[in-house]
């Protein structure tokens, strides 16, 4: 692909950062997957597209971290949300490492951070389903390995919601309710 930093008419400034996103999909491995080539400098192998706009540009561009940065004029927040995309693709890469414990009923599941989750089979449909403490997720996939990831998926959630608490951050804001 061309380098466009040369290509006259295309701005080197005023772009926005819209997003940034991983192109590896879940449990696709790095042979498999099909990474994009950056359309300011042409560089090839691009894992975490970020996606920027301008004004007088019709389309976004998908670039890399370092043509994110010069064309925002931002070099704080293109490495900021790379780096927390890479944090959550090792903390999913993690989650899915446990080694997951039957219940007496035969289902899997986990304690993490005082919180249970459990991965249920419906005895009918034989799909899947995601209980995190008492709440029952609303979707069923067809592997144990999807639900997995639901479920990560849905820890993540409460996690961004401020919603995930361990019991000593439970007892530190019981604490300072009545002091």
């Known amino acids: 692909m061309a380098n ?7 701005p080197h400034k005023g772009w926005t950062l819209e997003n940034v996103y991983d192109v590896r999909e879940e449990g696709q491995s790095e042979d498999e997957t099909d990474y994009e080539t950056c359309m300011m400098c042409g560089h090839e192998k691009i894992r975490y597209v970020h996606v920027v706009s301008h004004p007088d540009i019709a389309e976004e561009f998908l670039v890399g971290c370092q043509c994110a940065e010069k064309l925002t004029d931002d070099y704080e927040n293109p490495q900021r949300l790379e780096k927390e995309l890479r944090s959550k693709t090792t903390r999913r890469t993690n989650f899915l490492k446990h080694k997951w414990k039957i219940s007496a009923r035969g289902n899997e599941y986990l304690n993490i951070d005082d919180h ?5 089979e419906d005895n009918r449909t034989h799909k899947f389903t995601v209980k995190i ?7 069923h996939f067809d592997t144990k390995e999807q639900a997995k990831v639901a479920a990560f998926k849905g820890i993540e959630y409460y996690k961004e919601k401020g919603l995930w608490y361990n019991r000593l951050q439970i007892n530190e804001l019981v604490w300072k309710q009545k002091h």
């Open 4 to 10: 466009l930093w040369k290509q006259e008419g295309i």
């Open 116 to 120: 249970h989750i459990l991965i249920m």
């Open 133 to 139: 403490d008492d709440q029952w997720g609303n979707k």
